[in-house]
């Protein structure tokens, strides 16, 4: 009875476990039709687009002169695919970019945040996702700060106002000093420099060490500023004073197109306006000017230095070039003064109002003056009768020439 009973013990025990397997069979058999049949699509596939570019940059000197812009900046969210042409074994896009510039180095931009084109596009479908981009380039990532060597759009462009970087990968850096906190190894990999592959990698490790040899420090970095700088005495300027000072100083630039030099000379200042026309525009401060300007219409003072550079100098633009005059406009409680340097001594002119009037074209021409009446034609016809003794304007007028914006 005994082996009997063991017997049926051993028969149930083997049911049992016999079920459990073909239990486990059945699980396994769902679970492949379930998700055997779908593909893993969280893979990244790089492929690239076939393209023929003309190069701006062999070396490191031509990339900092073809840049317009030299950033340090943040990529935003959002980024915009574009399809170009769609329906091809090959399709061609780009894809818009956001940027908030956290830092200058070389270049005039009025906004803070930039639209920058990068060559490349991104396909999704169930087995995974697809990277199309030209040359070595990869994406800029969301969130992260990167050196950016940026050309500006031609004006008559579909793309105007947007920039693009200088040579794809050329144009986009990894900070060092995030990705090689100890130093640029002798042999970086492509990987850690955000290139697709190893090709050419030698070539853009030779960029990329003079980038961050010249511009990783962050010591020639303008940041964006909210508040107008407080500037040192204009008597204690160098009279070597540079363009670059006067940017990393925070003056307004403007370039000025005279007839000829003289017209930047203190004592004729005011009386030239006919050599200068509406040729005098921002080349670099607006983002100041507006703070200027906004102070305008609250109570108390404020302060906005200006650096004149002549265009009959434009050859010589550059980081060295010397500003041909310097002043300040000075917002007092009532009134303004334009203060300036003649001959070692300080000079200070007062004026009733800080003139914005409409010019011959769509600028705004902006010029302190006693009479807030006086127009910008009467100004003109002013500085017309100044060169003419048949001029039948009889009354001398007080004005300082500013700027068109």
């Known amino acids: ?122 396909k999704k479908d169930k087995s995974g996702t697809t990277i199309w981009s030209q040359g070595n380039y990869l994406p800029a990532k969301v969130g992260e700060e990167y050196l950016f060597f940026l050309k500006a759009y031609e004006e008559d462009s579909d793309y105007a106002g947007m920039y693009f970087p200088v040579d794809l990968e050329r144009g986009k850096y990894v900070l060092a000093e995030k990705v090689f906190p100890e130093g640029i190894p002798e042999k970086p990999t492509a990987e850690a420099l955000e290139l697709k592959n190893k090709k050419g990698l030698s070539k853009y490790l030779e960029f990329y060490t003079q980038v961050a040899e010249n511009y990783g420090s962050g010591q020639e970095m303008v940041t964006w500023r909210t508040e107008l700088p407080d500037y040192m005495r204009i008597s204690e300027v160098p009279k070597d004073y540079t363009l670059g000072q006067a940017w990393r100083d925070g003056c307004v630039i403007i370039l000025a197109s005279p007839k000829r030099d003289s017209f930047f000379s203190p004592s004729s200042f005011t009386g030239q306006i006919k050599n200068l026309k509406e040729s005098a525009i921002i080349l670099y401060g607006r983002d100041l000017w507006k703070l200027f300007y906004n102070r305008l219409f609250t109570s108390g003072s404020s302060v906005l230095r200006i650096a004149y550079f002549s265009e009959l100098e434009k050859e010589r633009l550059g980081e060295d070039a010397k500003v041909k005059f310097l002043f300040d406009v000075r917002k007092q409680t009532s009134y303004y003064e334009a203060v300036y340097m003649k001959e070692d001594r300080i000079v200070t002119e007062s004026y009733k109002t800080l003139a914005i009037k409409e010019g011959s074209s769509k600028e705004n021409v902006c010029f302190l003056v006693d009479d807030p009446k006086t127009t910008y034609q009467e100004i003109l016809d002013y500085g017309d009768s100044v060169f003419s003794s048949s001029s039948s304007i009889k009354k001398k007028m007080r004005f300082w020439m500013v700027f068109f914006w």
């Open 1 to 122: 009875m005994k082996k009997l009973l063991r017997r049926f013990d051993k028969k149930k025990l083997f049911l049992r476990l016999l079920y459990f397997a073909l239990a486990v069979v059945i699980l396994i058999f769902i679970m492949i039709r379930v998700f055997g049949t779908q593909k893993d699509n969280s893979c990244v596939f790089y492929k690239t687009i076939p393209a023929e570019r003309e190069e701006l940059a062999a070396d490191f000197e031509e990339l900092v002169q073809a840049s317009d812009l030299i950033v340090r900046a943040k990529v935003l969210p959002d980024k915009e695919d574009v399809f170009v042409q769609e329906g091809v074994e090959v399709p061609f896009g780009y894809t818009l970019t956001k940027l908030e510039i956290t830092g200058m180095f070389q270049g005039a931009q009025d906004d803070k945040i930039i639209v920058v084109t990068e060559e490349y596009y991104t």
